[in-house]
Nanobody, 121 residues
Framework: QVQLVESGGGLVQAGGSLRLSCAAS????????MGWFRQAPGKEREFVAG????????EYADSVKGRFTISRDNAKLTAFLQMNSLKPEDTAVYYC??????????????WGQGTQVTVSS
């Protein structure tokens, strides 16, 4: 079993940056792919980025490609989402999840509680 805790969210102006962290407990984290999702008010949860177990392969939604970077440190059981050039439309609750690096929500077995990111214009 894996428990996930996100942190690093907050309020930032458009064009700014934030770095989200996802701290995991449980040995399976370091051998599992994982991803970041987000959910804006009134919208469905959507895939943002995914990374394989070693960090050698990544995947991004078109809307964040070139602005966001996913990474992980297996020794510290932590994953990151570096978000640059933030836009108001990036405002959402961001979740990390373990089990896959695919875009489908059903591919993930474990989820964090989420961290709010708000981008002001």
């Amino acid at each position: 079993q894996v428990q996930l805790v996100e942190s690093g969210g907050g309020l930032v102006q458009a064009g700014g940056s934030l770095r989200l962290s996802c701290a995991a407990s449980g040995r399976t984290f370091s051998s599992s792919a994982m991803g970041w999702f987000r959910q804006a008010p009134g919208k469905e949860r959507e895939f943002v980025a995914g990374i394989n177990w070693s960090g050698s392969s990544t995947e991004y939604a078109d809307s964040v490609k070139g602005r966001f970077t996913i990474s992980r440190d297996n020794a510290k059981l932590t994953a990151f989402l570096q978000m640059n050039s933030l836009k108001p439309e990036d405002t959402a609750v961001y979740y990390c999840a373990v089990g896959s690096m695919r875009r489908g929500i059903s591919s993930y077995a474990y989820w964090g509680q989420g961290t709010q990111v708000t981008v002001s214009s």
